[in-house]
């Protein structure tokens, strides 16, 4: 029994993390904005429909 549970929490696991965006836009569903990604020093918006590189008020990249 014990070895079944460990199973299926790895498989969980597994899908979770490789889940490409599906968390954050599940957030971005639920609080109704964007979830703020950092990748390679560049800060990304996750909305339900898709991603943007977010930017300053002076129009240049943010960065993270």
Same mark, same amino acid.
């Given at each position: 029994?014990?070895?079944?549970?460990?199973?299926?929490?790895?498989?969980?696991?597994?899908?979770?993390?490789?889940?490409?965006?599906?968390?954050?836009? *599940?957030? *971005?569903?639920?609080?109704?904005?964007?979830?703020?990604?950092?990748?390679?020093?560049?800060?990304?918006?996750?909305?339900?429909?898709?991603?943007?590189?977010?930017?300053?008020?002076?129009?240049?990249?943010?960065?993270?």
């Amino acid at each position: 029994m014990k070895n079944t549970v460990k199973v299926v929490s790895v498989i969980l696991l597994a899908m979770l993390l490789s889940s490409c965006g599906r968390w954050e836009r *599940a957030v *971005a569903s639920i609080n109704g904005g964007g979830v703020e990604t950092c990748h390679d020093g560049v800060s990304y918006i996750q909305f339900t429909s898709g991603a943007s590189v977010k930017y300053n008020s002076d129009g240049t990249i943010a960065t993270c």
